[in-house]
């Protein structure tokens, strides 16, 4: 079965809106991270979250994780034309390996 | 370098060739990954090396495809008797740490394309 889920697949915003992103995990992780991707460019790492619960922020973009361990999501309060791309989640989703899985991403398009 | 460089940036090739692609990590990190993208996908997980060894290579989708560390530092994937179905962006990472912790650094990535 699936591993892990992400969505939405595509989100078109209006700029000034918010965005929010999640993603699923069937296994509990030990933690999981964000990357973004700009069109034609290369993953880039966002943060990375390691409790149960946790929640940190970088200027507009808010990181949750999950109580459970198994979900978290990417919140980006009044978005800008500099936040497009595609987001990314990325962690061990299946147990026991040692491999970094990445999510399917959501692709973030915003109307100035 | 201060980055993770992989070359050839791009590669074209007929169906049936030999193709190797170079990734040359962050100095110092111990881990490097392979990963594969295809246009509107994530990146697919190809290989895992911590070191010289291939940790988890579980992602590599056949025996046509092969990757190497031998120094622990300089990767090469190698893929044989390439197919339409390579075709790809082909993405290596180096990372401080071992998996399944630790930030990934990405290179620009190797763009193949097999006629």
């Known amino acids: 079965g699936q591993q892990v889920m992400q969505i939405p697949q595509y989100q078109h915003v209006q700029e000034g809106e918010d965005f929010t992103t999640y993603c699923n995990s069937s296994t509990t992780l030990s933690n999981i991270q964000w990357y973004k991707q700009r069109p034609g460019g290369h993953p ?47 962690g061990p989703f299946i147990q026991g390996a040692q491999k970094l899985v990445f999510g399917q991403g959501t692709r973030l398009t915003i109307n100035p | 370098g201060a980055g993770v460089s992989q070359t050839p940036s791009n590669k074209v090739t007929e169906k049936g060739k030999y193709v190797e692609l170079r990734c040359d990590p962050i100095s110092g990190h111990t881990a490097l990954y392979w990963y594969r993208q ?9 290989i895992y090396f911590q070191g010289t060894g291939a940790a988890d290579d579980s992602g590599l989708p056949n025996d046509r495809f092969f990757a190497v560390r031998p120094e622990g530092s300089v990767s090469t994937l190698k893929i044989q008797r390439t197919e339409r179905g390579d075709s790809a962006v082909y993405l290596c990472a180096s990372s ?20």
């Open chain 2, 96 to 115: 401080l740490m071992g998996a399944p912790g630790g930030e990934l650094f990405f290179g620009e990535g190797s763009r193949l394309t097999v006629l």
């Open chain 2, 38 to 46: 295809s246009l509107g996908q994530g990146p697919e997980f190809l």
């Open chain 1, 44 to 90: 880039v790492f966002l943060i990375q979250l390691v409790k149960s619960g946790e929640v940190k922020k970088q200027k507009r973009l808010t990181f949750q994780f999950g109580e459970a361990k198994k979900n978290s999501s990417l919140h980006i309060t009044a978005t800008q034309t500099t936040d497009v791309g595609t987001y990314f989640c990325a």
